[in-house]
Antibody
């Protein structure tokens, strides 16, 4: 069955960077893209961007341009999302999801930004 | 900020039918398909409806979706206590060149 397993919770200081991983299994990794979505505490869902696992093409949300980088490692079927220059309002649960008519989500990774 | 508008809350008694609306524009719902997600507390969103009205395997047929123009709806018939959750609509937005989510609706089973 399709599974996306994300890395563990992180605590970072303002100005630092975080890199969250998302390991996929149960399907051909390069056949689907991976999107990233975040959810601040008590808030709704925010789309961050998407990466093609086939050719590495990316499409980032405008508000995160310049601070976010999404990559994939096809040898390990793992996607990564790096967010730089962290601020307190980046505190959120970060989700990866396999893109497709039917999407599958990872369990989420809590990133806390606090001094 | 959310581009798709949903009512903040909806409620019903067990067995009732509840409908959640999702209002968008010509650049999102008006020209692209809509997905619906259910999010139980402390868990990842779960896909309920894709391509406006299709249910993934395992999703009960109590859940149904529809779309008309720039709006979409999710209906839950035969409401059950385990349906108490947050529900979100989502669609691609051609103007923003990105995916947009609804504001979310909290469903309470009275």
């Amino acid at each position: 069955q399709v599974q996306l397993v994300q890395s563990g919770a992180e605590v970072k200081k303002p100005g630092a960077s975080v890199k969250v991983s998302c390991k996929a299994s149960g399907y051909t990794f390069t056949s689907y893209g991976i999107s990233w979505v975040r959810q601040a505490p008590g808030q709704g869902l925010e789309w961050m961007g998407w990466i093609s696992a086939y050719n590495g093409n990316t499409n980032y949300a405008q508000k995160l341009q310049g601070r976010v980088t999404m990559t994939t490692d096809t040898s390990t079927s793992t996607a990564y999302m790096e967010l730089r220059s962290l601020r307190s309002d980046d505190t959120a649960v970060y989700y990866c999801a396999r893109v497709g008519p039917v999407d599958y989500w990872g369990q989420g990774t809590l990133v806390t930004v606090s001094s | 900020q959310s581009v798709l508008t949903q009512p903040p809350s909806a409620s019903g008694t067990p067995g009732q039918r509840v409908t959640i609306s999702c209002s968008g524009s010509s650049s999102n719902i008006g020209s692209n398909t809509v997905n619906w997600y259910q999010q139980l507390p402390g868990t990842a969103p779960k896909l309920l409806i894709y391509s406006n009205n299709q249910r993934p395997s395992g999703v009960p047929d109590r859940f149904s979706g529809s779309k008309s123009g720039t709006s979409a709806s999710l209906a839950i018939s035969g409401l059950q206590s385990e349906d108490e959750a947050d529900y979100y609509c989502a669609a691609w937005d051609d103007s923003l060149n990105g995916r947009v989510f609804g504001t979310g609706t909290k469903v309470t089973v009275l």
